[in-house]
């Protein structure tokens, strides 16, 4: 029996790097909500123990690299499972983007591999062995909408932003986290107003929400990449009510009410940047 999981993308509505840890990482606060743009895992028992990858991508490895067999690996090992797997993963997500595609990928299969061997772990375990994985896995397992803390073990749900449409851009380059988050001096962090995002939210405030964006590690990757400034700059003039990087970027959202303008502003986009979408917020 085949198991199918959808594994969606974020966004950041708020990014804030609140201190750096003495483990080295950085205590971060961020609201992250899901988008309707996702990769499709499925997940197919094997005769044999052990983990096989299949997926079409020059970007993304296929072997024990791959978060998602990662994945795998620690939910075997925790629970002692000596049965074997076979995972597919169908990209759609841009990788290196900011949109937390490996994370999800890797959500995906600790929530299949739950299914698929019939093991009854609650969301809370499955949070735990999500944290050992990554910052963003977490998030992905609870999906929706939620306030992320610590380095990503704690995930408050909230309200979903009010129904709208989210265009996406990413310039032909790819971000590594780690290199933008070694470059952070804590007293020169712009801190976002997390406080007002939330308001938002809790109001269903379509307008508050767009004026309360913010992502503290936007002025980082600009300085690397000011394409990621034109974008923002270009999206806003195009009619987007509001444009954010999302992550440590490169990519670059921008929130639209009605379909129709998200449909024109995506049209206008794709002559100006090579890889576009327009898709619902899911929140
Ligand atoms: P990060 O913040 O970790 O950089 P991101 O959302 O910006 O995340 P991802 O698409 O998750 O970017 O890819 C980050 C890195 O993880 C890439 O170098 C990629 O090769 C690697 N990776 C491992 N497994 C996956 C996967 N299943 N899907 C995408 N990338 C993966």
Request: charged share 25%.
């Amino acid at each position: 029996m085949a198991i199918f999981e959808k594994a969606p993308a974020k966004i950041n509505l708020s990014l804030d790097v609140l201190s750096k840890r003495s483990d080295g990482y950085h205590n971060i606060e961020m609201i992250m909500t899901t988008i309707d743009l996702a990769d499709r895992i499925i997940l197919n028992e094997l005769a044999e123990d052990r983990i096989e990858i299949s997926l079409e991508s020059r970007y993304v490895p296929s072997d024990e690299r791959n978060l998602a067999y990662q994945a795998a690996s620690l939910f075997k090992q925790t629970y002692g499972i000596h049965k074997g797997v076979h995972i597919t993963i169908e990209k759609n997500i841009p990788v290196s983007a900011g949109l937390a595609g490996g994370s999800a990928d890797a959500a995906a299969v600790l929530k299949g591999l739950n299914r698929l061997w019939s093991m009854q772990i609650s969301e809370e375990e499955l949070l735990k062995l999500g944290a050992a994985l990554g910052t963003d896995v977490p998030f992905c397992i609870c999906g929706q909408t939620a306030i992320v803390k610590g380095r990503g073990e704690i995930v408050e749900p909230l309200p979903s932003p009010p129904p709208c449409w989210v265009v996406l851009a990413k310039p032909d380059i790819g971000v590594s986290s780690r290199t933008i988050f070694k470059q952070i001096v804590m007293r020169d962090i712009v801190h976002p107003q997390t406080a007002k995002v939330i308001k938002a939210l809790k109001e269903n405030n379509f307008e508050k929400l767009c004026h309360s964006l913010g992502n503290a590690l936007e002025p980082l990757t600009i300085k690397q990449h000011p394409e990621v400034q034109q974008i923002k700059h270009v999206l806003k003039q195009a009619g987007a009510a509001a444009a954010l990087m999302s992550g440590s970027g490169p990519t670059v959202y921008g929130l639209v009410e009605h379909e129709r303008k998200a449909r024109k502003i995506y049209n206008g986009m794709r002559g100006f940047c090579e890889e576009v979408y327009y898709v619902r917020l899911l929140g």
